[in-house]
C-alpha cells in the first residue's frame, strides 16, 4: 500500500508561482512512474505532467508546457511540481499519483492518488 500526500497549494495571484509537494510511504518509490493531475469544479481530472521512477523522462500537457515543471528526490521519497506564470485557468485541485506498472497521461494508469491541495489562482 503506498500512502501519498500532497501539500503547497493555495491562493496566489496571476504570474505568480507556486511548488506543489507529495509525499510518498511507498518502500520501492523510485520504481514508480509518478503524475499530477488536476480537477476543476465540474470538469474531469485530467493530466497534468508525469516522471518515470528514474527521473530521465517527463511528458507534459501542452496548457502547461514551459510553465511547470515535475521532478522527484527519490531519496525523500518526493514528487514536485513547480508552477510559473499561473493563469486563473490553473485553479483546480491538483493531485498526485503513483503508476506501479506503466505510466503516462491517462488516470487509469495509475495505482495509488492523494487526497489533493487546492490551488486558487486569482485574475
Known amino acids: 500500500q503506498v500512502q501519498l500526500v500532497e501539500s503547497g497549494g493555495g491562493l496566489v495571484q496571476a504570474g505568480g508561482s507556486l511548488r506543489l509537494s507529495c509525499a510518498s510511504s511507498?518502500?520501492?518509490?523510485?520504481?514508480?512512474?509518478m503524475g499530477w493531475f488536476r480537477q476543476a469544479p465540474g470538469q474531469e481530472r485530467e493530466f497534468v505532467a508525469c516522471i518515470t521512477g528514474s527521473g530521465g523522462s517527463t511528458r507534459y500537457a501542452d496548457s502547461v508546457k514551459g510553465r511547470f515543471t515535475i521532478s522527484r528526490d527519490n531519496a525523500k521519497n518526493m514528487v514536485y511540481l513547480q508552477m510559473n506564470s499561473l493563469k486563473p485557468e490553473d485553479t483546480a485541485v491538483y493531485y498526485c499519483?503513483?503508476?506501479?506498472?506503466?505510466?503516462?497521461?491517462?488516470?487509469?494508469?495509475?495505482?495509488?492518488w492523494g487526497q489533493g491541495t487546492q490551488v486558487t489562482v486569482s485574475s
Open positions: 499519483a503513483a503508476a506501479m506498472a506503466n505510466w503516462g497521461t491517462s488516470p487509469r494508469s495509475y495505482d495509488y
Open positions: 511507498g518502500r520501492t518509490f523510485s520504481t514508480y512512474g
